[in-house]
């Protein structure tokens, strides 16, 4: 009998740590998120939230079930991924459309490739990139909160009206006919956008949560960030060195993309520099689309291509093995 044993260098590291645990963790810290889409858009954002993560978690049965491969709904995997492709949609999207974006994420992006960490790209960012690819109207039509931007008291009631999200105001150069929303209002979620990205408290409190938890690292979020503010401060204004990067930070998707979807372990590298690495190019990618491209947002684009490059980043970043490496003869 043949036996292929595979053994790396020491040390070898065991840990109590679990695909179901993380996932739930991330549930948990998704939340205060899904909580505030819902306060400011109202029942039709569960109902989103709620058609995405039942068509992934469809989608994953069904698939494993067709591929007679063991069943992986348990591990809350699909639902992550459900809730993340929710909070990437605009409240106005209609179901039917964002039910075919939960069965591409699981079926075409994870299960083809292998199933759970064989995906070469975060599942529910190249669902968006694929819807917004088949429907660009119905993925880039927004709606105001129900919530009014002064007092933040109006009745929930109050039927949500069109609107432009802040950093498609800002892009325009002033040429909107609506002010540009205050920070407070982007620090609380009081804009219009999509689901996820409104709310930097709510996604600061998920994130705090995460990182108290050890499910990630700050490495790519800060260097994300961080990158974002230095581009949008020197390039971002008339002139250099007067643009509004904390505009920039709170506005769209960067939180979002930072803390719950550029850590993606398995699209993500696992050395120190290769996190770094992929930060730094993530926020560059996005400030460029941002300040000269097209779209108005760039978080989901760059997360992508800096995640076809992480394995490449990997290779070049990880530590040789204790004692160096002997050459081929």
Not at 152 to 180: N, R
Not at 210 to 234: H, N, S
């Amino acid at each position: 009998m043949e036996y292929n044993l595979i053994a790396g260098s020491s040390p070898h590291i065991r840990s109590s740590e679990s695909t179901p645990g993380i996932m739930r963790d991330v549930i948990i810290a998704l939340l205060p998120a899904a909580a505030a889409a819902i306060y400011f858009f109202g029942i039709r954002a569960l109902l989103v939230i709620l058609v995405t993560v039942l068509s992934c978690v469809a989608s994953e049965y069904a698939a494993t079930r067709i591929m007679k491969k063991s069943t992986t709904v348990g591990d809350y995997t699909a639902a992550v991924t459900g809730l993340l492709l929710a909070f990437n949609l605009p409240p106005s999207i209609p179901f039917w459309i964002a039910a075919i974006g939960g069965v591409f994420a699981v079926v075409v992006v994870k299960q083809l490739f292998g199933g759970l960490g064989h995906n070469f790209v975060n599942p529910a960012l190249a669902a968006r990139a694929f819807l917004m690819a088949s429907w660009p109207v119905a993925m880039t039509t927004w709606t105001q909160p129900r919530v009014d931007a002064v007092s933040m008291a109006t009745p929930l009631g109050v039927d949500a009206v069109s609107s432009a999200t802040p950093l498609a105001m800002l892009k325009s150069g002033g040429l909107s006919s609506l002010p540009l929303p205050d920070l407070s209002s982007l620090f609380f979620g009081n804009v219009a956008g999509c689901l996820g990205e409104t709310s930097a408290l709510a996604l600061l409190l998920g994130a705090a949560y995460l990182i108290a938890r050890r499910v990630i690292t700050l490495e790519i979020p800060v260097a994300f960030i961080a990158t974002v503010a230095l581009m949008t401060w020197i390039f971002g204004g008339h002139s250099l060195f007067t643009g509004y990067p904390l505009y920039h930070i709170l506005a769209g998707g960067l939180m979002l993309g930072a803390f719950f979807m550029a850590t993606d372990y398995t699209t993500s590298p696992v050395t120190f520099k290769g996190k770094i690495i992929m930060g730094i190019g993530c926020g560059l990618i996005t400030s460029i689309i941002r300040l000269y491209g097209g779209y108005p947002e760039g978080v989901s684009y760059s997360i992508l291509l800096m995640n076809l490059a992480a394995p490449l980043i990997d290779r070049y970043t990880i530590p040789r093995s204790f004692g160096g490496e002997k050459s081929n003869a």
